[in-house]
């Protein structure tokens, strides 16, 4: 091995990206991994130091600047010195919305718990409690 260059499935397990070496081996084979703006298609393609990758993952993009190569799976302080992450930080959500919730007007759609019961509430001739 060339000093400081390791196989992009090791270094991307050693870094604690993927839970397992043969999941690092899939996520470069499926070309879900660029190295330096170029698709890796083979778990053996060597990162080395000063190497940036670009990582799919199924709910995020990681932007990964390579420092040293691994030589062990440790615990995430030690990983977390493998590499700089340079990834775009997550779009703002605004106050008490979430961002995978979809946003409705007022009055459309299907009416909520609250509402239907202000409806029920209103058809039964009010506050018969």
Known sequence: MVEGRQRIDKWLFFARIVKSRSLAAKLAQSGRVRKNGDKVDQPSTMVSP????????????????????????????????????????????EKGLSALAPFREAGSGRPTKRERRQMDKWKSGGDDH
Do not use: H, I, N
Request: hydrophobic share 35%; net charge neutral; aromatic share 4%.
């Open 50 to 93: 000063e190497d940036v990758l670009t990582v799919t993952l199924d709910r995020k993009v990681l932007v990964l600047k390579v420092l040293q190569p691994g030589t062990r799976r440790g615990p995430y302080d030690e990983a977390r010195l493998l590499y700089e992450d340079m990834s775009p930080p997550p779009p703002a959500r």
